[in-house]
């Protein structure tokens, strides 16, 4: 057996125990809270929120929540392998309003909506495989080179607009944003199309088992044969191709290419997939409990939308949350030590 063969057997152990495995000795409400904590957490929310906001239930406004809440959840399922690595990823809010301008610049040129929503995350991918060829081949700190990405594509979508919102006055595009699927709002079926798709990879493929090792120690995944910049590359990549559907996704909402789409969008994704476990130190963590995350996170949003609440709260219970979440992680990491 060689020792790539060794850490693909090892890795799946780890992601089983994504969610902290379970410790002999353990209290029982610690292993329910390590399995389903988030899960009732969601529910609280919903239930909390339901009192609050009398129209937060109403079927309306269960499609709006998912249809906002799919563009956070993308930005976050990307981000979520970036962690599991060790890594992360600030640029994926600024990456998302440049890939909407392109998705915009390609609809307003007469090209068809595949290209449109092909070439927004192309775009997306290219900025990722920047990033991550930084990261992974000059040895950069994955927050520099991405904080230095969050203002230069800033930059680049105040460029290409000039400073102004570009329209895109079409039906055709906004159906992309706000079109439906045998009841289902696109931007839910793309984001569960996403989430479905990043699952199986990280479960049942080599790729995934390299994550899972790399996160879990950089050194002895190399020693076991993985090529590890090639997969961090890889890792960039795809969390640039989701900001780039994202994008897409956004403009086509508001049937615009916002220059200032996006901003604080990191910190929302970020939160997303701490909230749901991924442990920012890297190797423990999935895909499907940021997607619980994130539709936290929606949930919350909507929530003090609908009660009114100023937007200068907003920002102040949101960052709270972001602080929390990563306080837990932290003392789940230091009971781990």
């Given at each position: 057996m060689t020792e790539t063969s060794r850490a693909d057997e090892s890795a799946p152990a780890a992601e089983a125990g994504a969610v902290a495995p379970p410790q002999a000795g353990r209290p029982q409400f610690a292993r329910l809270w390590d399995r389903y904590g988030i899960l009732g957490v969601l529910v609280l929310m919903i239930a909390l929120m339901a009192v609050l906001a009398p129209n937060f239930l109403s079927f309306d406004n269960v499609f709006n929540v998912a249809r906002a809440a799919s563009v956070n959840a993308i930005l976050a399922a990307g981000m979520t392998l970036v962690i599991?690595?060790?890594?992360?990823?600030?640029?994926?809010?600024?990456?998302?309003?440049?890939?909407?301008?392109?998705?915009?610049?390609?609809?307003?040129?007469?090209?068809?909506?595949?290209v449109c929503v092909l070439g927004g995350i192309a775009v997306g991918a290219l900025f990722g495989l920047l990033s991550g060829a930084l990261i992974a081949y000059?040895?950069?700190?994955?927050?520099?080179?991405?904080?230095?990405?969050?203002?230069?594509?800033r930059g680049t979508a105040y460029l290409l607009t000039d400073g102004q919102p570009l329209i895109a006055d079409d039906l055709g595009f906004r159906l992309m944003g706000s079109g439906f699927i045998a009841g289902v709002p696109v931007p839910v079926?793309?984001?569960?199309?996403?989430?479905?798709?990043?699952?199986?990879?990280?479960?049942?493929?080599?790729?995934?088992?390299?994550?899972?090792?790399?996160?879990?120690?950089?050194?002895?995944?190399?020693?076991?044969?993985?090529?590890v910049k090639w997969t961090i590359v890889r890792v960039y990549i795809i969390a640039g191709a989701c900001a780039g559907l994202a994008g897409v996704i956004f403009s086509a909402r508001v049937m615009s290419g916002q220059p200032t789409a996006g901003e604080t969008y990191?910190?929302?994704?970020?939160?997303?997939?701490?909230?749901?476990?991924?442990?920012?130190?890297?190797?423990?963590?999935?895909?499907?409990?940021?997607?619980?995350?994130?539709?936290?996170?929606?949930?919350?949003?909507?929530?003090?939308?609908?009660?009114?609440?100023?937007?200068?709260?907003?920002?102040?219970?949101?960052?709270?949350?972001?602080?929390?979440?990563?306080?837990?992680?932290?003392?789940?990491?230091?009971?781990?030590?």
């Open positions: 599991l690595t060790r890594g992360i990823d600030l640029s994926v809010g600024s990456n998302l309003a440049v890939c909407g301008i392109v998705s915009v610049l390609l609809w307003t040129s007469g090209m068809p909506a595949a000059l040895a950069l700190p994955a927050f520099i080179v991405t904080l230095g990405g969050l203002t230069y594509l079926v793309l984001m569960l199309a996403v989430f479905a798709v990043l699952w199986f990879v990280l479960r049942h493929t080599r790729f995934g088992t390299q994550v899972y090792a790399i996160g879990g120690n950089p050194e002895a995944a190399r020693l076991a044969g993985i090529k990191e910190l929302d994704a970020i939160a997303a997939v701490v909230l749901g476990g991924t442990s920012l130190m890297g190797g423990i963590g999935n895909v499907q409990r940021t997607l619980i995350g994130a539709m936290i996170m929606g949930v919350l949003s909507n929530g003090l939308l609908l009660m009114n609440v100023p937007y200068f709260y907003q920002l102040i219970i949101k960052g709270a949350v972001i602080v929390l979440a990563v306080a837990i992680d932290s003392l789940k990491n230091w009971k781990r030590a």
